[in-house]
């Protein structure tokens, strides 16, 4: 309970080193054969393989769009007859109102005798 593996990846026939927390132990040339060596902070990284990486999965394509759109044709959208007035100015409704409603031609709305 009380002991800790130096080395977790020591190999089935060889064994491993235990130490007890706060003893020093001065680790013989077989004990220091199944460490790895120390990093070096001041040694640069080893730049990765490029082969060895998996491509990179493309992300977006146009390929067909332009083809698949002209199939049909590109179509205008179709214009609203009557323009819709929601949120306009009421003052501006009200004016528009009175200004639609007053707007015949000359003969059409007034009464025949």
């Known amino acids: 309970t ?3 593996p130096i080395h977790k990846r020591a190999r089935a026939n060889q064994p491993l080193v235990y130490i007890k927390p706060g003893i020093e132990v001065t680790p013989s040339s077989e004990t220091l054969a199944l460490l790895p060596p120390p990093p ?32 049909n044709g590109i179509k ?16 501006f409704l009200r004016n528009l109102r009175y200004s639609r409603k007053h707007n015949v031609k000359a003969g059409e709305g007034e009464v025949e005798k």
Do not use: I, L, V
């Open 40 to 71: 070096n902070p001041s040694a640069p990284e080893e730049p990765q393989q490029k082969g060895s990486e998996m491509a990179k999965s493309k992300n977006h394509t146009a390929h067909n769009q332009s083809y698949k759109a002209h199939r």
């Open 2 to 4: 009380g002991f800790q």
């Open 76 to 91: 205008k959208p179709k214009r609203q007859r009557q323009a819709s007035t929601k949120g306009m100015d009421p003052k």
